[in-house]
């Protein structure tokens, strides 16, 4: 298939409108694509002197780029029109374009009530009849919807109704602003589905559906677009870190709204200015002056925020270093995607997660939140697997301490049963390579209770064994704990997070001396103390060490963002 794509935004390469183009003829296939910017060539206007017609019949008598643009039409299966909407219609080098057209035509005077209701002219080329358009354009506002009538009648003319196929989209401008490529390139892969799904025969009422879906909200995206001018009301410039603010608040969701309105203060400490986003029950206010009480405090240099925004440095990677920080409610931190994920149906590709981290602010402050808290597991939406359980691991290991502990003899016998039978207790679950370990282990000492009968032995080595699984974890990419909480927290994005893995290497260290200190003590006063002692001991340190867990794991978060010392930690 040979593919003209013909560019008519006077920005080249850097218009919104070819990146959906783009996308489209990616998902052609196989093309042959040649591509023309218009306003890089030399295309006069016409003159109106029909020359093509009567003097030099096919052939216009200005002698410019536009007999290689017509040569290239000829050539082509199928022509790409991409354009941005100018003043609800054509831009001028389009049009200037189209007005050029005239070669292509007889002068003899057709009958074109079938399509459009009025004249027409024949084609010169009768084989262009079998050749296909399709024009793809952004607008600047929130919907395509009835902002294209000029553009769907004049394309009705030429290349003539039938002909032509389109992809019309609002919110264009947003294609441009890095801070936004979450939602944006969730919306280019439906563009690109679109290719496939015309070059398969013609693009399906479920993509048209999704196509035609709004990036943003109205309001969100008219509160955004209305911010980026960076003016006031009366039209006077305001400074870029009040537009930025208002930017990021246009994208609060009301509907996470919990009954108190929250007052995060930002502080760009280096210039000296501070504002206000209130978050309320009906939307957002960004005060300027006249501050309330803040429930969270970002204090952060305007550079740091920007490289965050534009996607140079990852918002966590930033808070790690200690390059801004967090004060307050850490809460709306952990949050943050959600409270400002917009209340959009994008299109489905993207999500409210990644909506809030395209914002900038959105994306340090929820990436930054990851901490080792254990969150659901989140499903696999690739093979519809449940992500991996850490109920699976500890399963096994309190089952050969239980049940050996009650009886020597049967209690190997029970282990080894629940080893063999929890994989398949487990089906729906993805096993890590924590739970394949676990059960190796747990198994294997309850095989060696069974034939050497050395149960009190193996029973302390079975605790030291499980301490040394989580210390040397913490030497791996992937400590012990994190291989089970990451999926509250991106998957594997969660793992470059700095504040999550040290987190997470700081707990399976814990655990690893706890349990190590565990086989000591069991070893040594095993034989000392009343047979109920150890026992009880054990899980109350146990227990302890998770109330420490749950403590560590809300409290290290929001001490890492505050920037504060060590004390601060534990005394507040």
Not at 188 to 198: H, N, P, T
Not at 221 to 235: I, K, L
Request: glycine content about 10%; proline content about 5%; overall charge neutral.
């Amino acid at each position: 298939m040979k593919v003209l794509l013909i560019n008519a935004s006077p920005k080249g390469g850097r218009s919104n409108s070819l990146r959906l183009a783009d996308a489209f003829v990616r998902g052609l296939g196989e093309a042959e694509v040649e591509r023309l910017d218009l306003c890089s060539l030399d295309i006069k206007p016409c003159r109106g002197c029909f020359a093509c017609w009567k003097a030099t019949p096919g052939t216009c008598c200005i002698h410019d780029d536009m007999a290689r643009v017509i040569e290239l039409e000829r050539e082509a299966d199928l022509v790409v029109l991409s354009f941005p909407l100018y003043y609800f219609n054509l831009p001028g080098p389009l049009k200037t374009m189209i007005d050029r057209q005239l070669p292509m035509n007889l002068p003899f005077m057709a009958d074109d009530a079938a399509a459009t209701g009025s004249g027409a002219h024949p084609l010169r080329y009768p084989e262009m009849a079998s050749m296909r358009f399709v024009a793809i354009s952004t607008c600047g506002f929130y919907t395509a919807e009835k902002n294209y009538d000029a553009v769907e009648r004049a394309l009705d003319h030429w290349p003539g109704r039938g002909a032509w196929d389109a992809i019309f989209c609002g919110q264009g401008e947003l294609f441009s602003i890095p801070e936004l490529s979450a939602r944006t390139d969730a919306y280019l892969e439906v563009v690109e589905r679109a290719g496939r799904e015309y070059a398969a025969g013609g693009i399906t009422r479920a993509t048209r559906a999704e196509l035609a879906r709004p990036l943003y909200p109205r309001e969100a995206f008219e509160q955004m677009a209305n911010a980026s001018w960076g003016v006031d009301e009366r039209g006077e410039r305001i400074d870029e870190m009040l537009t930025f603010t208002r930017q990021m608040a246009a994208l609060y969701n009301p509907a996470t709204w919990d009954g108190a309105d929250r007052v995060v203060e930002i502080r760009y400490r280096d210039r000296g200015v501070s504002y206000q986003m209130v978050l309320g029950e009906r939307g957002s206010t960004v005060l300027t002056d006249g501050f309330r009480k803040p429930t969270t405090v970002i204090d952060t240099p305007w550079d740091v925020w920007c490289r965050i925004a534009r996607g140079e440095i990852r918002g966590d990677v930033a808070l790690a270093q200690r390059l801004y920080s967090v004060e307050g409610d850490f809460d709306l931190m952990m949050s943050w995607d959600r409270v400002f994920g917009a209340a959009a149906s994008p299109a489905p590709a993207a999500t409210a997660g990644e909506v809030g981290g395209a914002t900038g602010a959105g994306g340090a402050a929820s990436a930054a939140a990851a901490s080792a808290a254990a969150k659901p597991a989140a499903p696999s939406a690739k093979t519809g697997e449940g992500a991996p359980s850490m109920a699976t691991m500890l399963v096994a290991w309190i089952c050969l301490w239980v049940a050996t502990g009650v009886d020597g003899t049967v209690g190997p016998v029970v282990t080894l049963a629940v080893c063999a039978l929890l994989p398949l207790a487990q089906v729906r679950r993805r096993l890590c390579a924590y739970d394949r370990i676990s059960l190796g282990l747990v198994g294997g000492f309850a095989a060696l209770m069974l034939l050497t009968g050395l149960v009190g032995p193996l029973y302390v080595a079975s605790y030291a064994a499980f301490g040394a699984l989580w210390l040397v974890s913490c030497a791996t990419p992937e400590p012990l704990c994190a291989a089970y909480v990451k999926y509250g927290y991106g998957g594997d994005d969660a793992l470059a997070n700095p504040i999550f893995m040290r987190a997470n290497r700081i707990l399976a260290m814990a655990w690893g001396v706890l349990y190590l200190l565990i086989a000591f003590w069991t070893a040594l006063l095993g034989g000392m103390v009343a047979g109920w002692v150890l026992p009880v001991v054990n899980n109350v340190a146990t227990a302890l060490m998770g109330v420490f867990t749950v403590w560590f794991e809300r409290r290290y978060p929001a001490w890492v963002a505050s920037g504060k010392g060590l004390r601060e930690l534990f005394f507040g």
